[in-house]
């Protein structure tokens, strides 16, 4: 099965930018979905986007529509997800997440906080 590996998190101010990344031991090319999670301590893990398939669209969560960016570059089998004008409320574990269509295929995450 493709593992996947989170990277790019850190501390940043409110307003700076970050941009994760999530790199497959295999192809993503003919992925069903692909999508980036995250969880703040005692909260539950929300999806903040998600793409379904080649070519699609994404779909984001209110809260970061706007500010955050998912792309793919399928040659090197790694997602990204860019966030611009982080908020202190953006502070979570990030995860990226695969489904390979008989199986899915979490990372280990990410940590991401955000200073005010």
């Known amino acids: 099965q493709v593992q996947l590996v989170e990277s790019g998190g850190g501390l940043v101010q409110a307003g700076g930018s970050l941009r994760l990344s999530c790199a497959a031991s295999?192809?993503?090319?003919?992925?069903?979905?692909l999508g980036w999670y995250r969880q703040a301590p005692g909260k539950q893990r929300d999806e903040l986007v998600a793409v379904l398939g080649p070519g699609s669209s994404s779909n984001y969560a209110d809260s970061v529509r706007g500010r955050f960016t998912i792309s793919r570059d399928n040659a090197k089998n790694t997602v990204y997800l860019q966030m611009n004008s982080l908020k202190p409320e953006d502070t979570a574990v990030y995860y990226c997440?695969?489904?390979?269509?008989?199986?899915?295929?979490w990372g280990q995450g990410t940590q991401v906080t955000v200073s005010s």
């Open positions: 295999g192809s993503i090319s003919s992925v069903k979905t």
């Open positions: 997440n695969a489904d390979f269509w008989t199986y899915k295929s």
